[in-house]
């Protein structure tokens, strides 16, 4: 029977790389499928892995309707075996609402990849609906770590280095080098045990206080 499926994980912890795996595994026996994103690192209709690997995919955009989609593609002959649909926190609640109907109804298998919760810890609407309505719910093995080698759980939003709680909902950005100098300040993601987002301490910020006169032990 087909399923609806989340994989969810932090960023860092090989949510594209496995979206791309299991399209490569349910082609490779001879099933057809469509690949979905949104807001991709690496812009408009792709699906990309941190890796290097990027595959086009059809661009989520808020009108689109999954049902309808699958439905067109249908009518014109097309087989629609499985969807991969990444970056699925983005998506609406009605939209995921939509894949439910295409597994339940059509037969579909829905393959979702996405974080569940955003910089401030709220969970994301698409990806609650999604842990509400899915028949699987798997966390990727792959754990991504803290910058104190922890297991990172919760996505931390930085300008220029430092930890920032307030903005825009969803500003697309990508995890880099979190000790990286840059001549301006600039919006990034950081992956974080708890302990270490609950207090805003990123990778820049205690590396600076490992520099500090102040932290270092006094001399006789």
């Known amino acids: 029977m087909a399923q609806l499926v989340f994989f969810s994980g932090t960023m860092d912890s090989g949510k594209s790389t496995l979206a791309l795996q299991m399209d490569h595994n ?7 499928g469509l690949i979905f994103s949104r807001n991709d690192r690496a812009g408009q209709a792709v699906l990309s892995s941190r890796l290097g690997l990027a595959v086009p995919a059809v661009e989520v955009t808020d009108d689109l ?4 989609e699958v439905v067109r593609r249908r009518t014109r002959g097309a087989r629609v075996d499985y969807l991969i649909c990444d970056e699925v926190q983005f998506f609406s609640p009605e939209q995921v609402e939509q894949l439910a109907r295409l597994v339940d109804e059509m037969g579909v298998d829905v393959f979702g990849f996405g974080i569940t919760t955003d910089f401030r810890t709220r969970l994301f609407p ?7 309505l899915a028949d699987r719910v798997e966390r990727l093995q792959v ?28 500003v697309v950005g990508d995890t880099t080098d979190a000790l990286e100098v840059v001549e301006e300040p600039e919006v ?8 270490h987002h609950m207090r805003k301490v990123t990778a820049a910020r205690a590396h600076a206080a490992s520099l500090s006169p102040l932290t270092l032990p006094l001399g006789d």
């Open 126 to 132: 698409g990806s609650a609906r999604m842990l509400e």
């Open 188 to 195: 990034g993601y950081e992956v974080l045990c708890r302990f």
């Open 26 to 32: 349910h082609a490779a026996r001879g099933r057809e």
């Open 65 to 68: 309707d999954f049902w309808d």
């Open 143 to 170: 754990e991504a770590l803290c910058w104190c080698g922890a297991r990172a759980t919760h996505n931390a939003r930085t300008v220029g280095g430092v930890m920032v709680t307030e903005g825009e909902h969803v």
